[in-house]
């Protein structure tokens, strides 16, 4: 079967490639992959700048959704033909804090389908059947595959942040990420500005149909004056960064408020200077966002 696969460390070293098709050990099953997305992950790997373990030769993606064609024999709760996705923890430690507390997707021997195990950028790819979740048949598979990058968003969103009603929540980042997010933040009853590019006109149109109250084009217009304006002068209660640029990052810790939240999801792949003493001077509560856990599932 064809696959994309990233043989090895470094700057590309992507190409796509014949590889043998893969059987279930006892306690997996075989999917047959319907739908599978490009996270922005992907991309770090591509360009060999991702701070998480990969073990090339390994087939990417992670993001996907698919029909089950062949099960372990040990498998006893799913059987071929089940619609499923799934999760991308494949190996913990167990023993370690994050773990033992259900945290443990910052595991530090954290490995991952897409990274260290096959992925989902082929027609077939093997999954421990302890990962998968039903997709129900309203459901399609190409929603289905964004399933993943939703429990993300469900982790950073309303896991990490605490979001009340009537916050004002700025999100930067009008990729899949920032768009899952704006309407989770929605749904806790933010009032939800979404900030992007010029290059991000599109996703900026389509912020409006999903429900952004506000979108902004930091190129065109001054975001920090505007939320001023809407919060009389006090800034945003929360900021989430999905972007993975720099530029964001700063203009976070200046448009949000004091004793606000700023809550980081995007990956930006290289060291930046910022002001941090602005943590500080405000009293802000920043945290970070990685991946997902079960609960970001149920």
């Not at 319907?34 to 996270?39: F, L, T």
């Not at 099960?71 to 799934?86: A, E, N």
């Not at 459901?139 to 993943?148: H, I, P, Q, Y």
Request: hydrophobic share 40%.
């Amino acid at each position: 079967m064809k696959a994309v696969v990233k043989y090895a460390h470094g700057k590309g070293k992507v190409e796509l490639r014949d590889v043998p098709k893969p059987s279930p050990g006892p306690d997996e099953v075989l999917i047959e992959v319907k739908a599978a997305g490009i996270c922005g992950s992907d991309l770090h790997i591509l360009d060999g700048d991702i701070k998480l373990p990969i073990k090339p030769p390994v087939i990417m993606g992670h993001e996907f959704s698919g029909i089950i064609v062949e099960v372990g024999s040990s498998v006893t709760k799913w059987k071929i033909g089940d619609r499923v996705t799934s999760e991308t923890s494949i190996h913990t430690c167990g023993e370690c804090l994050p773990c033992k507390t259900g945290n443990y997707n910052v595991c530090a021997e954290k490995r991952l389908i897409g990274y260290w195990f096959n992925g989902a950028f082929a027609k077939y790819c093997v999954v421990p059947s302890r990962l998968l979740h039903r997709l129900p048949e309203n459901v399609s598979f190409l929603a289905g595959a964004l399933c993943e990058p939703l429990a993300c968003c469900v982790n950073g969103v309303v896991e990490k942040t605490r979001i009340n009603p009537g916050d004002v929540v700025v999100i930067a980042g009008p990729g899949p990420i920032g768009l899952l997010s704006m309407q989770i933040a929605k749904s806790q009853g933010a009032y939800v500005i979404l900030c992007g590019l010029s290059c991000d006109e599109r996703r900026l149109k389509l912020g409006e149909t999903l429900g952004a109250d506000l979108t902004i084009n930091v190129e065109k217009e001054d975001p920090q004056r505007i939320v001023s304006e809407i919060t009389d002068g006090s800034g945003a209660d929360v900021f989430i960064e999905c972007s993975g640029s720099p530029n964001a990052a700063r203009m976070g810790l200046q448009i949000v408020r004091r004793m606000g939240q700023y809550t980081q999801i995007g990956l930006f792949g290289r060291p930046f200077s910022i002001d941090f003493g602005l943590v500080a001077y405000k009293e802000l509560k920043v945290q970070g966002s990685l991946g997902q856990r079960w609960t970001s599932w149920s």
